[in-house]
């Protein structure tokens, strides 16, 4: 029976960490972009320009 060595802990953490992020980012991601879309169709008609 093997020991878990610190290397394989720290990178389990680091891939757990890391893909912890990617899923904040996944959500963050989603909000900016319906964010985006209300601000988009609330933008009255008439104005011209992509600011």
């Known amino acids: 029976m093997r020991r878990r060595s610190h290397t394989d802990s720290y990178l389990g953490g680091c891939l757990f960490g890391a893909g912890f992020a990617v899923k904040i980012l996944w959500w963050v991601a989603i909000a900016v972009l319906i964010l985006w879309l209300i601000g988009f169709a609330a ?9």
């Open 43 to 51: 933008r009255p008609k008439g104005s011209s320009g992509r600011w």
